[in-house]
């Protein structure tokens, strides 16, 4: 088959690099992600199990994050297990359609996280500036329907992209530059038109980020002008703590996001764009629990409790 006079075939896997730069050190490289790794999925693990057992932790706020919890377990296996491999075959080959596969699931569960936080922002909004009326606008069948949709949605909107990948035609190299099957790299590896493909992902990521970060900033406009109206330094606090956690995770998510699809994947900014979205999809779900636990007394006290039940 010829492309633009191309010789072009249909690929039955792709070679994944992962860091190559790395690979005499791919012994501790390996044990510090599976450390971490292992790390998250205990730490989020336990977060679900308090959320769902403890009567301290029952508010939406909690159900939220339990919900947030599991999104960030799906989101680091569906890459570190095989990005393990690897690491310690120093480069491994993936089915085209496991490929596709991880993409998606991938791409499906950053975009739910996205909703989670504008959900969790409703939430603190309504907390904040509507607590007489919180209890009745939240409640269950509210809370399941954000989270359903907030799935239901997302890989809706990943699937419309993914499913016109299986259209494009390769020459030549199948080898992924990258420890995962990102988007732009196996783009970057079809002889095929792809600019269609690029506009569409443009556009289908208007309502994930820009109306998801306009409505969290607008819900933050009002949180911060309540707190503000609040007479004493002390309830200012208080108020502003108990969404300071979500802010600061808020702004590590997005912050994340915005580097690594700005910056240049390509040249020596190959190996930085890498590295940070390691860091997005290794830290950032090790950290979450972290966050939400430092300042909260609530789930400080459940932990403890958890932990006496258990010894």
Known sequence: MMV????STKLTEFLILG???????KLPFF???LLLYSLTICENFLIISLVSTSQRLQSPMYFFLGHLALTDIVLITIIVPKFLEVIIREGSTIPYVECLAQFELYGGTVCTESYL????????????????????????????????SSWVVSFIIVSLSVSRLPELDFCGSNIINHFFCEFSPILELSCSDTSSLNINMTLLSVPVILINVTCIMISYVYIFRT???????????KTFFTCSSHLVVVSIYY???????????????LTVNKFISLVFIVL????????????????????????????
Do not use: W
């Open 284 to 311: 950032y779900p090790l950290l979450n629990p972290i966050i939400y636990s430092l300042r909260n007394k609530e789930i400080q006290a459940s932990v403890m409790k958890y932990m006496r039940v258990s010894g």
């Open 4 to 7: 633009d006079g191309v010789n």
């Open 255 to 269: 912050v994340s996001m915005f580097v690594v699809y700005t910056l240049p994947n390509r040249g020596s900014l």
């Open 31 to 33: 044990c510090t992600i």
């Open 19 to 25: 860091f190559p730069e790395l690979n005499d050190y």
């Open 117 to 148: 936080l504008t959900a969790m922002s409703y939430d603190r909004y309504l907390a904040i500036c509507r607590p007489l009326h919180y209890v009745s606008i939240m409640s269950v069948k509210l809370r399941y329907s954000l989270v359903i």
């Open 227 to 237: 707190i503000f109206g609040i007479s004493t330094t002390s309830g200012r606090q």
